[in-house]
């Protein structure tokens, strides 16, 4: 495990196409009962070792266990009924059919505490865990319960919480909450989104992390970024309020995004997972391409501080796509560390007199 620039990727990875059909989102599994128990471990297995294979450094499980990374935390929840469906509209982006909240909502049992320890078995190397944000767990729902976002979302931060805290305890390193919906709605992100999230985080030792993209690659989220305009600023509302809260890494997009460079300087001093890689694409990025994204980021996050990544998660691609961006990842990175290196023992050299 190198110190400098630590390779990651945000969360997905394909799943097999003997698991589940693939380049599909909420992709119903194909095995059933035990045989879908082996098939997910199995999975979640290749997956770890096709990540230390490709050079990352900090391992994820793919979430090659859950169908999606929202849904299926929420589907382990009491309160929430999936018979129960109404149409809203998520990240004021697209419409969906979503479940009802219907009750209270709490956890009766762990969601991915087992998966996680299955998952700590696998490698010496740190791992990572992603969960939904409370915020964007919110937007994929109808409440007819608590009618009220902000209430809700601090139930879920609750809930967070104790799954998280279980995380830990199952030795997982880096506990990263996923909330795509803070690049949307900046008045509640301000007013109760980066609290809930604190909440959720509450009480941790484990490194924390909040990754905040443009979404998948998929069209409804394309066409929304062709509404964008030339230059994306939405994350000029949520990091300055994340500069100043106890999460410590923040995980962004950034490659073939319109998102200004400049704008990591307003998280200074936070640790920053910086998506190198394009995962809308199915063009592989060149090492050099990828050293080159990493280079211009070093300008405003300091080198101890960077965590080279994908933009997002992976799971809409194929997988021999996926698995050669990992690659590029890995090189671009080796790349630029061994840049830093020689910067870091030039400036330690003393200073050799001459006479
Ligand atoms: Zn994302």
Redesign the pocket.
């Known amino acids: 495990m190198p110190t400098l620039l630590p390779t990651a990727i ?1 969360g997905s990875l394909p799943k097999p196409s003997w698991l589940a059909e693939p380049e599909t989102l909420w992709s119903p599994w194909k095995l059933e009962g035990d045989a879908l128990v082996e098939g997910k471990r199995d999975a979640l297995r290749s997956a770890v070792h096709e990540q230390r294979r490709r050079g990352i450094d900090i391992i994820s499980d793919g979430e090659q266990t859950r169908q999606h990374f929202v849904t299926t935390f929420i589907e382990h929840l009491t309160g929430v009924d999936f018979e129960q469906r109404e149409t809203v509209r998520i990240r004021d982006r697209y419409d969906a059919s979503v479940p009802t909240v219907v009750g209270a909502v709490s956890r009766e049992k762990p969601v991915f505490v087992d998966d996680a320890r299955f998952l700590r078995q696998q490698t010496d190397r740190p791992i990572k865990w992603a969960l939904p944000g409370p915020m964007t767990m919110i937007d994929t729902l109808y409440d007819r319960h608590y009618r009220s976002r902000e209430k809700l979302a601090w139930e879920f931060a609750t809930i967070l919480n104790q799954e998280a805290r279980e995380l830990e305890a199952a030795g997982v390193d880096i506990i990263q909450f ?1 909330e ?1 919906a803070f690049n949307v709605f900046h008045d509640e992100v301000r007013d109760w989104g980066v609290a809930t999230l604190e909440r959720a985080t509450e009480g941790l030792h484990a490194e924390t992390a909040v ?1 905040i ?1 443009y ?1 998948y690659g998929i069209k409804a989220n394309t066409d929304w970024k062709a509404t964008l305009g030339s230059q994306w600023r939405q994350y000029e509302h949520s990091f300055p309020l994340l500069q100043r809260s106890t999460i410590d890494i923040v995980s962004l997009e950034c490659l073939h995004s319109h998102v200004p460079m400049e704008l990591i300087e307003l998280i200074r001093g936070k640790k920053v997972m910086l998506g190198a890689i394009d995962v809308a694409s199915d063009s592989i990025e060149t090492p050099e391409e990828v050293a080159d994204t990493l280079r211009n980021a070093l300008r405003f996050v300091d080198a101890d501080k960077l965590i080279p990544s994908t933009n ?2 992976m799971a809409p691609l194929s997988r021999d796509v996926a698995l050669q961006k990992l690659s590029a990842l890995s090189a671009g990175a080796a790349i630029v560390r061994e840049e830093v290196d020689d910067t870091v023992s030039m400036a330690s050299q003393p200073i050799l007199g001459t006479g």
């Open positions: 945000v996923d795509p990754h993209c979404g997002c998660g």
